[in-house]
């Protein structure tokens, strides 16, 4: 079964990055544009939660439930209980680096089912992909926990561009690892 690994750091204690994950608007945020979230259902963040949406992929609509387990302090994990995919497991693991800086690791087991289905999503749920993806969400993670000061003077201009700059990093990353 095919995982993926995905870790940063963001200068915010440990706590602020657990609060924000247990938002119940974090999946719209952290999600990346053309990727659009239409929330049906979201209860606060808890062992045997759910999460129903549909993540739009430009005008092609997935339906997805999503339960969530081993909620504490240092993470959860949600698993996907219908969906596109065979199978998508995915933890997050919060940890404390100092008092003022927290480690975020997303690992993500995945499957495609067989057939024409599997081929769609492969499209969509592969390395790469999953980069772009937990990409943007280490840039917005950093972006909604940075003081509101910082995100004024990032909105003046900057943030467009460190967006773009962090996409043609991955771009750039991806296509060494190839050669």
Same mark, same amino acid.
């Given at each position: 079964?095919?995982? %993926?690994?995905?870790?940063?750091?963001?200068?915010?204690?440990?706590?602020?990055?657990? +609060?924000? /994950?247990?938002?119940?608007?974090?999946?719209?945020?952290?999600?990346?544009?053309?990727?659009?979230?239409?929330?049906?259902? %979201?209860?606060?963040?808890? #062992?045997?939660?759910? +999460?129903?949406?549909?993540?739009?992929?430009? *005008?092609?609509?997935?339906?997805?439930?999503?339960?969530?387990?081993?909620?504490? *302090?240092?993470?959860?994990? #949600?698993?996907?209980?219908?969906? *596109? !995919? $065979?199978?998508?497991? /995915?933890?997050? /693991?919060?940890?404390?680096?100092?008092?003022?800086?927290?480690?975020?690791?997303?690992?993500? #087991?995945?499957?495609?089912?067989?057939?024409?289905?599997?081929?769609?999503?492969? @499209?969509?749920?592969?390395? *790469?992909?999953?980069?772009? !993806?937990?990409? %943007?969400?280490?840039? +917005?993670?950093?972006?909604?926990?940075?003081?509101?000061?910082?995100?004024?003077?990032?909105?003046?201009?900057?943030?467009?561009?460190?967006?773009?700059? $962090?996409? @043609?990093? !991955?771009?750039?990353?991806? !296509?060494?690892?190839?050669?």
């Amino acid at each position: 079964m095919p995982r %993926f690994s995905h870790t940063f750091t963001v200068g915010a204690p440990l706590n602020a990055v657990v +609060a924000l /994950h247990h938002d119940t608007r974090i999946l719209k945020r952290l999600t990346p544009p053309p990727l659009f979230i239409q929330l049906h259902r %979201f209860e606060p963040l808890a #062992d045997g939660a759910e +999460a129903e949406f549909t993540m739009w992929f430009g *005008p092609l609509p997935v339906r997805w439930v999503a339960v969530h387990s081993e909620v504490g *302090p240092e993470g959860f994990v #949600d698993r996907q209980v219908r969906g *596109p !995919l $065979a199978r998508w497991r /995915h933890r997050h /693991h919060f940890a404390a680096v100092d008092a003022e800086n927290t480690r975020v690791t997303d690992t993500v #087991d995945y499957l495609h089912r067989s057939g024409w289905r599997g081929r769609l999503t492969g @499209l969509f749920f592969n390395k *790469p992909g999953l980069a772009l !993806l937990f990409t %943007f969400r280490k840039w +917005a993670t950093r972006w909604y926990l940075r003081p509101a000061q910082a995100r004024s003077q990032i909105r003046r201009g900057g943030a467009l561009t460190a967006l773009l700059r $962090a996409v @043609l990093l !991955l771009v750039y990353r991806q !296509l060494r690892s190839a050669q």
